[in-house]
């Protein structure tokens, strides 16, 4: 599948050109744009004593018996593809957004997150995740209110809240009032709903800084409590003792 939607046709021509070169014994050197034709190319396979149209009859290694359809089989040049996954390999938890769609940033070199394109988000339908494909196009992408309310849910041990407008939706919105073109959002009542600026929303936020120390208040509230039953538990013992 790889020849015909990348059109790269000068690959199988190489093939046939290299297992002729290697028939007669010579070595064929095909600068780009200055290489051997059409002609050249299948003379040489002619004179190599070769099929006509380069292929070649192969065997069912399990059976024996030889495929339907004789392959094109050749000899290619190729390089070793320079990718390494030490090179490669990137994780992230939080990071950087981008100011516009407030998105996470793309690439290892930003510390971006995974990108979740239009294929990957027809694949979870086909799939019926509707769950987890919400979560990914809102909680883990450009639902600003959404991802710091969830954060704070999370901390405070309470169920995760519905997520909101994604950022993404809020900009598409100005880019069509910039053009003259105005959008309302209809409920299931086919009333108005209200798109609410980002200021409005961030006066609901509460800042990532306050609810770590919250976090680290209910830490050491929960250690106060262990030490107080455990100091409990001891004079218990002393007192059964002395009886």
């Known amino acids: 599948m790889g020849v015909p939607s990348r059109m790269n046709i000068g ?30 190319l299948w003379a040489t396979v002619k ?14 290694g399990r ?16 390089m070793k593809l320079s990718h390494m996954v030490d090179d490669k390999i990137h994780a992230r938890s939080i990071g950087p957004y981008s100011l516009v769609t407030q998105q996470p940033l793309g690439g290892k070199a930003q510390f971006g997150g995974q990108r979740f394109g239009e294929m990957e988000v027809w694949a ?6 509707a769950y987890t494909l919400q979560e990914i196009l809102t909680y883990k992408s450009d639902d600003v209110v ?7 849910a999370i901390v405070k041990g309470e169920p995760i809240p519905k997520p ?26 086919k009333k108005e709903i209200e798109l609410r600026d ?9 800042s990532v800084d306050a609810l770590a120390k919250f976090a ?10 262990a030490a107080a039953q455990a100091t409990d538990g001891k004079s218990a013992n002393s007192t059964d003792d002395k009886k």
């Open 11 to 40: 690959q199988v021509l190489e093939l046939h050109l290299g297992m002729a070169a290697r028939n007669l014994g010579i070595h064929v050197a095909t600068p780009v744009f200055d290489g051997a034709n059409d002609k050249d």
């Open 47 to 60: 004179e190599a004593g070769m099929a006509s149209d380069g292929k070649s009859v192969l065997y069912d």
């Open 63 to 78: 059976t024996g018996e030889p495929f339907e359809n004789r392959v094109s089989v050749g000899i290619m040049y190729y």
């Open 124 to 129: 979870l339908e086909a799939y019926g995740a």
């Open 146 to 152: 959404g991802r710091v309310k969830t954060y704070e």
């Open 164 to 189: 909101g407008v994604p950022e993404s939706f809020r900009v598409l919105v100005k880019e069509l009032q910039a053009l003259g073109l105005d959008m309302k959002v209809l409920g299931a009542d």
């Open 198 to 206: 980002m200021d409005d929303d961030e006066d609901d936020i509460v």
């Open 216 to 225: 680290a208040q209910q830490e050491e509230k929960k250690a106060h409590e």
